[in-house]
């Protein structure tokens, strides 16, 4: 099992809970009421996307060049 890094960018939304994206990963949207839970909900929406592109014989993102579906292994950048 191979792993490959994602990048994502996780901001506070006004009326509370978190948001993520992913400029390497077209599509990757995730919502959650904490930060932990939402880079949690952003890495599986990174693997079901894989899985998808794989399922259908499709490229991966460029983000995800070779990374088998089964785990993403996505670091997050804290300012502090």
């Known amino acids: 099992m191979a792993e ?29 009421r904490t930060y932990a839970e939402t880079v949690e909900i952003a890495t599986d929406v990174a693997r079901k996307i894989a899985e998808s592109c794989i399922e259908h014989g499709d490229p991966l993102p460029e983000g995800l060049d070779s990374v088998p579906p089964e785990r993403i292994a996505i670091p997050v950048a804290i300012n502090e």
């Open 4 to 32: 490959r890094f994602a990048y994502i960018k996780v901001k506070p939304l006004e009326e509370g809970g978190y948001l993520a994206t992913s400029d390497s990963i077209p599509g990757l949207v995730a919502q959650g």
